[in-house]
């Protein structure tokens, strides 16, 4: 590609709405441009790096046996409707009306779209198992669009679904998968976790998230430093025994404590250790109050919460709620002599304090040497908390760190949820009617582009991986003015272009200005046709090290097999 005729405007700074680096360095590369919030066009620069992250995709889809297939952007309102999903979803999920007034939906992801497709289609279990996949434009109106392609309301995903006559099938189906993803992440450069993961609305029992390293990750993976564990630290389960102190249990008295409401102002002001205060939310649970209890050195988990109850939505309660359900004493809320309306769950950590605080239902006041079992009654313990650094890991092996990772893909076991809603069912050697058992599998494909670039760039601009680079080679005559170096570099794109993927830097602009975009760009390989063009001497530089070598151009194919390794 001759860089003179190519659309890729480069820019000395990024805009300040930019607040990530792959962000700020996709618009000062010139490899997208923002269309409207959170909506982006792809320049050829980063159309280039988009394909080939797809193709890679599209090749271990292949491989695993998956059938590519393209299914429709707008999505009749009536199969959302059959699934139930049509009024589970509000603003996230766009609609139109089309000329007769119909309602669609713009996909957000194909789960009704391919079971209406497939049920219509498969009914023997002969023709099970199938995965099919297509790699198509989603739309989710985002609240809140932000850094760039990784959170946009447009984006590309490669979303796979996999048909089985029973769960041992979908056991075969997800682990091909989990390693077809494994492959594709390995293969795109990145350092990356699968990690036990939360169904969220998907339902459905195993998930794994495959989370990308990065500071700016807005999901947090809890990791042992001593085994593979790992899991986003919605769902990490908490495995500590707890001990009970063996001091006598004192008798239960209240104390003034005004205007202390918070769990650092009440230990403060009491003297007593957070481990030792029990902190009681009030949550609506499906529209019932529930007092939830944890240590005053824990944080509530209300996806916990959620399946513990198996509840489908959870809100922290509002004041509103407090005075409502347990009375006006916002902020010395405690789990003692409330209405037996209300339900109280605990986690395990609160059954082993002795002698500790709770608020006392009375404004400005707490209890003093409360002890669980003896004080108030009825409570169910469970797992409820967050887990947290420094916490054993649940395996047993090594201790619990945070990392922060971009949610690249995420595999779920589907199960019956959608073929049972739709009828997508099949016939089994008895002739039986049977719902299919399904996957479904997402990898975010233009958020790959930009979770390669947070892990791949300097300071001078992107450093992509060979495998996903738009192009192989960055080739720089420095003044093409020059006849001896205008020849031998069109010489060399010439040729180079039959094997590799090539821009050609043939702009009259100064060499300076070249190799910093070359390095903000950032081709793994960078080739200069300058002052010794008329020996056949040209410089080699690779974008990942500083050193220039400078060799003639018969040597140059042997190197660029052994470095480009393609
Ligand atoms: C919606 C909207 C947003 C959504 C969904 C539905 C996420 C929704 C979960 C999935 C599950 C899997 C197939 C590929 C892999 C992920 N956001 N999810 O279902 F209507 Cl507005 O998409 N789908």
Known sequence: MKQSTFLSPTLREAPSDAEVKSHQLMLRAGLIRQSSAGVYSFLPLGLKALKKVENIIREEMDKSGAQEMLMPAIQNAELWQQSGRWDMYGPELMRVKDRHQREFALGPTHEEVITALVRDDINSYKRLPMTLYQIQTKFRDERRPRFGILRSREFLMKDAYSFDTDFDGLDV?????????????????????????????????????????????????????????????????????????????????????????SIEDVSTFLGADKENLIKSMLFMVDDEPVLVLVRGDHEVNDI?????????????????????????????????????????????????????????????????????????????????????????????????????????????????????????????????????????????VSRTVAAIIEQHHDEH???????????????????????????????????????????????????????KDADLMGMPIRITVGKRADEGIVEVKLRTEEEKMELHVDELGDLLKSRLNL
């Open 461 to 515: 601009g992107i450093v992509w991986p060979h495998s996903v680079a738009p192009f192989h080679i960055h080739l720089i005559p420095v003044n093409m003015k020059q006849e001896q170096q205008k020849n031998l570099a069109e010489k060399l794109y010439g040729e180079l272009n039959k094997t590799y993927d090539v821009l050609f830097d043939d702009r009259p602009e100064r060499p300076g200005v070249k190799f």
């Open 304 to 444: 916990k919460v959620k399946h513990v109850l198996d509840a489908t939505k959870v809100d922290l309660g509002t004041d509103g709620d407090v005075k409502e359900h347990i009375g006006d004493v916002v902020g010395f809320v405690g789990p003692i002599g409330i209405s037996d309306k209300v339900k109280i769950i605990a986690d395990r950590a609160v059954e082993y304090i002795v002698n500790g605080v709770c608020g006392a239902n009375e404004v400005d006041k707490h209890y003093c040497n409360v002890n669980p079992e003896r004080d108030f009654s009825d409570v169910n313990y469970d797992d409820l908390r967050f887990i947290q650094e420094g916490d054993p890991s649940p395996d047993g092996k090594g201790m619990i760190q945070f990392k922060e990772g971009i949610e690249v893909g995420h595999v779920f076991k589907l199960g019956t949820r959608y073929s049972e809603s739709m009828k997508g069912t099949f016939l089994d050697e008895n002739g039986k009617s049977r719902p299919m058992v399904m996957g479904s599998y997402g990898i975010g």
């Open 173 to 261: 189906s997800y682990q091909k998968m989990y390693d077809a993803y494994s492959n594709v992440f390995t293969r795109c450069g990145l350092d990356f976790r699968a990690v036990v993961a939360d169904s969220g609305a998907m339902g459905g029992k195993d998930t794994h998230e495959f989370m990308v390293l990065s500071d700016i990750g807005e999901d947090t993976i809890a990791y042992s430093d001593e085994s593979s564990f790992a899991a986003n630290i919605e769902i990490a389960p908490v495995h500590v025994n707890y001990e009970k102190s063996n001091e006598s249990l004192e008798e239960l008295v209240t104390k003034d404590t005004p205007g202390k409401k």
